[in-house]
């Protein structure tokens, strides 16, 4: 089979991965390059358990082929956070007991990241619009809800914004 190589940032690092055409990006992050924060739950783009962020956007990395990130910025679960410590989004959820398995929750916070890094002033309702599209089968949403508003909150208390 062909290889092409794909040079892109991940996580703020450059990179260069030799791949074939047809692999998705999920299978990349998660079987080359050792990323296994990002999970695959459908494998059709339903579940947002495998959301990263591409160049600003949250999306399905089950539905991107590796080869269309060239030259891009991804950002996975294991870019979120600095210096050994957690995201805002992460103590919020923590904190509000937003999790119980939390094996949707890293699709959870690359949803509300990606929002909140475009609109820090999100409301519940917008929060809301973008984590539709994450499906957790072991909790409410309701606390996701609140604890990713806390966060935005805090953050814009703090005048950090977000990331």
């Known amino acids: 089979m062909k290889k092409i190589t794909v040079n892109f940032t991940l996580n703020g690092q450059p990179v260069s991965v030799e791949t074939t055409p047809h692999r998705r990006l999920l299978d990349l992050l998660r079987e080359d390059l050792r990323l296994t924060g990002t999970k695959e739950g459908c494998a059709v783009g339903e579940c947002g358990a495998c959301t990263v962020i591409l160049d600003g956007k949250a999306v399905t990395s089950c539905l991107v082929l590796a080869a ?35 094996f ?40 996701l809800t609140v604890a990713i508003y806390e966060a935005a909150q805090e953050l814009k208390a703090a005048g950090k914004g977000i990331g």
């Open 104 to 143: 949707c929750t890293p699709g959870f916070i690359m949803s509300a990241k990606a929002l909140l890094e475009e609109n820090p002033d999100a409301t519940v309702e917008e929060i809301r619009r973008a984590i539709s599209g994450n499906l957790c089968r072991c909790t409410g949403y309701e606390q």
């Open 68 to 102: 269309s990130v060239e030259g891009s910025s991804v950002v996975t679960i294991e870019g979120v956070g600095e210096n050994g410590r957690l995201d805002p989004i992460q103590e919020a959820i923590l904190r509000n007991h937003a999790l119980q398995c939390g």
